[in-house]
């Protein structure tokens, strides 16, 4: 009988007094398999370090200056003993049985070096937000497919620590976006990717998470780790839907922006919108294209045949 593999769990932490219990407590709770938790303080100011101290030798705890989320991710690294390694945001979960399902799909698929799952969204008083309940269609093309589908939840993603060592971890200068950023690294270096069915993520979504703060930015940086990603990448006839993807985080960028700046002048109603862009366009000129597709579907026009007999 195959030895079941030691799974690593790393929960990156900043300032979470009021909810990292629950995170390690859902660890902790897994039967069947054997793991480490390892927990990185990302230079916690609050209640943090206390309530981590109370877990005494069923957790392992390092600490660092407040670098972000991705260094503090990354930071885990040399401290990795498990032979898979799962990240868990400090304010999400995993239900029982979790892990056990991981190892069992892992033993059955040796080639394979990305499991992921389904996951759900809930807020903290447990109403569900939405729920992707299948695994996402990543397994046939892992690049193209998270390129144009997106990426899982992060707690809903489990890699081979052979495969984590090869992409070298988390960029940690994105704040948003990192997980569809990392996810393509593992699929470019050409992880073989495997869906887990009947395992569900929990994700908790909090006013004040990163992701909420910054969802203004989710766009643009979209943009770019599919810009970068695809400017390394030979293009072929699987780019076609890759290309689609990308000119509708552009749009969604550009109107973001547009948003945004118009916002700063307190500027109100439809002239708003198009001072707006213009406004956006003098900072990312490149989004001229995506400006008029825009305009041309607002008008209905079609703007390339205009301009053709004009």
């Not at 970068?228 to 990308?246: I, K």
């Amino acid at each position: 009988m195959l030895q079941s593999p030691l799974i690593s769990v790393v929960i990156p932490v900043y300032n979470g007094a009021a909810f990292v219990s629950d995170a390690i407590g859902s660890v902790l709770l897994q039967e069947g398999t054997a793991f480490e938790l390892i927990v990185i303080d990302d230079g916690s100011t609050d209640a943090t370090p206390a309530i981590l101290a109370r877990y005494n030798d069923s957790i392992v705890i390092h600490r660092q200056s407040n670098l972000g989320e991705g260094a503090a991710r990354n930071a885990a690294i040399p401290y990795l003993r498990g032979d898979l390694v799962l990240f868990l945001d400090a304010d999400d979960l995993i239900p029982a049985g979790f892990l056990n399902r991981f190892v069992s799909a892992a033993r059955e698929a040796p080639e394979v070096e990305v499991f992921h799952c389904a996951w759900r969204a809930v807020s903290f008083d447990g109403t569900l937000l939405y729920a992707v309940e299948n695994p996402l269609p990543l397994d046939e093309d892992p690049f193209h497919d998270v390129a144009s589908c997106g990426s899982p939840a992060i707690n809903a993603v489990l890699v081979r620590k052979s495969a984590f060592a090869r992409v070298r971890g988390f960029d940690p200068g994105l704040r948003v976006q990192a997980d569809l950023d990392f996810c393509l690294r593992l699929a470019a270096s050409g992880a073989i990717f495997r869906g887990v069915p009947g395992n569900v993520a929990i994700v908790r979504r909090r006013l004040d998470s990163i992701s909420v703060l910054r969802r203004q930015e989710l766009a643009a940086a979209a943009v770019t780790v599919l810009e970068r990603h695809l400017s390394m990448h030979t293009r072929c006839p699987a780019c076609g839907p890759v290309d689609e993807t990308l000119r509708l985080w552009r749009r969604k960028a550009l109107l973001s922006q547009a948003a945004r700046l118009a916002g700063r002048l307190h500027l109100t109603g439809r002239p708003a919108n198009w001072i707006g862009m213009m406004l956006a366009l003098a900072r990312r000129p490149q989004l001229s294209i995506v400006a008029l597709d825009h305009a041309a579907q607002r008008f209905k026009v079609p703007w390339r045949r205009r301009r053709k007999s004009a």
